[in-house]
């Protein structure tokens, strides 16, 4: 069965950015996989692929990206995140 996508609703992106990651950032894109490559100009583009949030959260990561000087190149939409399921005692 396929989910809606709502504002509220937790997705899935990749989002790549220009130049080397620093560590100091690293937490801004929760448990996302980081992927650095160099590319045929020397240039660094960094991806983080996993990055799961809702679309307010994605507003504001673009806006600290931005205040930080963080040059973005691309966003997209890889899914909706599925819910993560906690053991409970019945």
């Not at 709502?6 to 080397?20: D, F, M, P």
């Not at 100091?24 to 490559?37: I, P, Q």
């Amino acid at each position: 069965m396929s989910q809606s996508i709502s504002l509220n609703s937790q997705n899935r992106y990749e989002i790549k950015v220009y130049g080397q990651v620093d560590d100091s950032w690293l937490g801004l894109f929760g448990e996302a996989k980081v992927h650095s490559e160099v590319m045929d100009d020397n240039s660094q583009v960094t991806t983080f692929s996993d990055v799961v949030m809702d679309q307010a959260g994605l507003v504001g990561l673009i806006r600290r990206l931005h205040g930080m000087g963080i040059v973005l190149l691309s966003i997209r939409q890889v899914g909706v995140a599925l819910p993560k399921y906690r053991n409970r005692a019945i």
